[in-house]
């Protein structure tokens, strides 16, 4: 094992926690996050890799929610809310992670918003985030083209202008973890729970098995949280085998696309009143979603189907051109789960499309708190509104987590002059290589481009048509809970998301990884 993982090993199996997280998505990262900066003793555990499943799944963005504001005035303070949480990421959080990109919102002839209409929403969702980002505005239809190379001209009228964020949900996901390892707190991936341990009807801690070498042991903890998504029922039912199911779950799948041609800003295109598809530039790609459909099936075995493939490039087809959406620049597909409340009566089946998106916190019979819903752009409230539960079930006040002036995560910096400090020390790395590094580690690139201070060949690249390097295989595997393969390739870096996962980069990554547990 590696010497990260020795350490996590060793420090579960010292004396009780004030708290257990299982699950590491973005919840329960959050949460353990939350509670390391409280002072808890905490543990997460996960059993695939942190933000394996759902949480790495995201459409990418950190937004305030355009379209709630359909919703009417009892919106508002939503979407007040989101913005400002996201202004916080982006601005000095996560600034090298999260960063602010325009939109455009299409208006075709026979479409189901108007100019005026949507104008309006612009505006008013620029003041609700403090103009922060810039004024939204309608556009021409030339202007418009101008923005988004690819946008298909028959019958446009123009489109509106707002702002948002994007990110790389992987990575923010491990850094927000390496903040609360930072914190005090232990982390373990690739570590499942068989069990849970009661004192009579109270759960009073977990039973586990590595999954990496089949040891099992056992944590106990004076609160546990199931974070665990689309797999909450089944702790709860660990819990209470009579417990009714919480929630219901909705497919989303993603296509990302080759271009070669730069895109200024993403497109937001109405379906109808309520639906709309997304089509944003990222990691030098296109990205297009998502679906939304009831799954009723294994989780863990979530896939982006060839009917998904032709439904989301026929609804693109709406505001994409044809060339743009050609089926050979298909570079990868992947699917994820949301997980929806079950309200009163709900049988779990049916449409998912108008189901409330909203997070519920719940205690079962044996005291463990179960977190359902949530999303990206508040992931940090949730944790603490998680943290504020487990501080109830402690008798102590824990409900000012993230209060003040926000702390930021590992490696915060503007990445632009993150790449000029790193041009001018390693003028030889290429400017591509020097962007992707300052954009996904910030400062932390330092620590990276140290891999390689004993091995130059680690600053060669993982794939000669991709930035990735190979110091962030060997970083990823040190400092960032990596074991796997796929940990690397898809989570800790863009390989696999571009496409250039080939069988001899998979070997050698495999063999890197060994070579350092070894």
């Known amino acids: 094992m590696s010497e990260q993982r020795d350490r996590a090993r060793e420090a579960l199996g010292q004396g009780a926690f004030d708290l257990v997280v299982i699950g590491g998505g973005a919840l329960g990262i959050a949460t353990t996050w939350a509670a390391a900066r409280s002072g808890l003793r905490v543990a997460l555990v996960e059993a695939g890799d942190f933000a394996g499943a759902t949480s790495s799944a995201s459409s990418k963005l950190v937004h305030g929610g355009l379209r709630y504001l359909a919703m009417g005035p009892g919106a508002v303070p939503m979407v007040r809310e989101n913005h400002a949480e996201r202004r916080a990421l982006g601005d000095r959080l996560a600034p090298h992670l999260v960063r602010p990109l325009p939109f455009l919102v299409p208006v075709y002839r ?6 005026p209409i949507l104008g309006a929403g612009v505006m008013l969702y620029s003041a609700l985030s403090g103009f922060g980002d810039g004024m939204g505005k309608v556009l021409s239809a030339r202007r418009a083209v101008e923005y988004v190379p690819h946008l298909r001209t028959e019958g446009l009228r123009g489109a ?17 973890a390496r903040a609360a390892a930072e914190a005090g707190a232990v982390l373990l991936n690739h570590v499942e729970v068989l069990g849970l341990r009661k004192s009579g009807s109270q759960v009073t801690g977990v039973e586990l098995r590595d999954r990496l070498d ?16 689309p ?29 070669e041609t730069p895109w200024r800003a993403a497109m937001t295109i109405p379906l109808d ?31 982006c ?34 997980v929806l409340p079950r ?45 504020a539960r487990v501080g109830e079930a402690l008798g102590r006040d824990l409900s000012h987590a993230f209060d003040g002036v926000p702390s930021a995560l590992p490696g915060a910096s503007l990445p632009e002059r993150v790449s000029a400090q790193l041009g001018r020390e390693l003028p030889s790395l290429p400017d591509d290589v020097l962007s992707h590094l300052a954009t996904h580690y910030g400062t932390v690139s330092h620590e990276v481009l140290a891999m390689a201070l004993d091995d130059p060949s680690l600053l060669d690249r993982v794939h000669p048509d991709g930035p990735d390097i190979w110091a962030q295989v060997a970083h990823a595997q040190r400092y960032e809970w990596a074991t796997e393969v796929d940990d690397v390739l898809r989570r800790r870096t863009t390989v696999v998301v571009r496409g250039l996962d080939t069988p001899s980069v998979r070997e050698r990554t495999g063999r890197l990884l060994a070579k350092a547990i070894a």
């Open 160 to 176: 509106a202008l707002y702002y948002d964020h994007q990110m790389n949900d992987a990575r923010v996901a491990i850094t927000a």
């Open 214 to 229: 089949g040891s099992e042991f056992g944590v106990d903890a004076s609160v546990v949280v199931n974070a665990t998504g």
């Open 273 to 303: 009143d309520v639906r709309v598809s997304f089509a944003i530039p990222w990691e030098g790609q296109l990205l297009l979603g998502t679906t939304d459909e009831a799954y009723e099936g294994d989780p863990a075995d979530v896939r």
């Open 305 to 338: 189907s060839q009917a998904d493939i032709d439904q989301i490039l026929g609804e693109a087809s709406v505001g994409i051109a044809p060339e743009a959406l050609d089926r050979s620049r298909l570079a990868y597909t992947f699917a994820g789960l949301r």
């Open 343 to 387: 309200g009163p009566g709900d049988s779990g089946s049916g449409d998912t499309s108008h189901a409330k998106r909203e997070t519920v916190i719940t205690s079962g019979s044996g005291g463990m708190i179960s977190v359902a819903g949530g999303k990206w752009t508040t992931f940090r409230r949730i944790g603490a509104s998680v943290l």
């Open 110 to 115: 026979g479409g189901p918003h108007s100019r």
């Open 231 to 259: 797999w909450l029922d089944r702790l709860r039912r660990m819990e209470d085998a009579s417990a009714a199911p919480s929630i219901r779950l909705s497919k989303g799948s993603h296509l990302v696309m080759k271009t």
